[in-house]
């Protein structure tokens, strides 16, 4: 890896990682180009053996592909965070992702329900009872690890996650400016820069420039 300071080595941490994502990416191979789709999984982990197991109907492009071939990459992440510097006009992302490398098979019958059941507690739900009448139209995938990297990069500075409010028309321009919805904005570390910068793209009187950020965000006070 590159960056070998945002590696992660430790078993655990990947499975943490593993453990806090709710979509993984299957890559299979397919001609001219890879097919990938992204699945609901469940995990398990047994000693430092990790297998992912994936759920669906009893047809479909992706059995015909792993019949042919049974060699699949793996992706997954999480942690998403935007990050923009005022300071040094710059901007990046926080994640944390896992990718990876196994072989795929088919679960028996007998194997299923556990499989299911692993695939409820990766989304918090594992006792839900759930019908076991649908096991049998349903075809259960295993992969099985063989290898996989982890990767994590952080920040220190506030991050911005949330989508810009609605705006006027009028508005849209300056839009980039407000990453946060209204409610969040008078929280937001790094509100007073950017209504510096609307100061500098707006220009005019004081009474023009508030005009413009209550177009922006129109539930928040402003003083008079």
């Not at 945002?6 to 993984?24: P, S």
Request: with cysteine.
């Amino acid at each position: 890896m590159r960056r070998a300071d945002r590696e992660i080595t430790d078993f655990d941490e990947l499975i943490a990682v593993m453990r806090g994502c709710d979509v993984c990416r299957l890559a299979l191979h397919d001609e001219p180009y890879p097919y990938i789709l992204p699945l609901n999984f469940g995990l398990e982990a047994d000693g430092e053996t990790v297998r992912l197991y994936f759920h669906g109907a009893d047809t479909g492009t992706k059995y015909d592909l792993i019949a042919r071939n049974p060699n699949a990459s793996f992706e997954m992440d999480r942690g998403h965070g935007l990050i923009l510097d005022d300071e040094h006009s710059n901007c990046t992302m926080t994640y944390e992702s896992v990718i990876g490398q196994g072989r795929i098979t088919v679960v028996p019958d007998s194997g299923k329900e556990h499989a299911l059941r692993a695939l409820m507690a990766q989304y918090r739900a594992p006792d839900f009872p759930f019908s076991t009448a649908v096991i049998p139209r349903t075809t259960v995938l295993c992969l099985t690890v063989e290898h996989m990297t982890g990767k994590r990069r952080v920040s220190t500075l506030p991050q911005i996650r949330d989508q810009p409010p609605q705006a006027s028309p009028a508005a849209a321009g300056l839009l980039s400016y407000c990453r946060k919805s209204a409610d969040e904005i008078g929280e937001c570390a790094h509100f007073r820069l950017r209504a510096r910068n609307a100061r500098r793209v707006t220009g005019g009187s004081r009474h023009r420039r508030q005009a413009i950020w209550r177009l922006l965000c129109p539930e928040r006070k402003f003083e008079k």
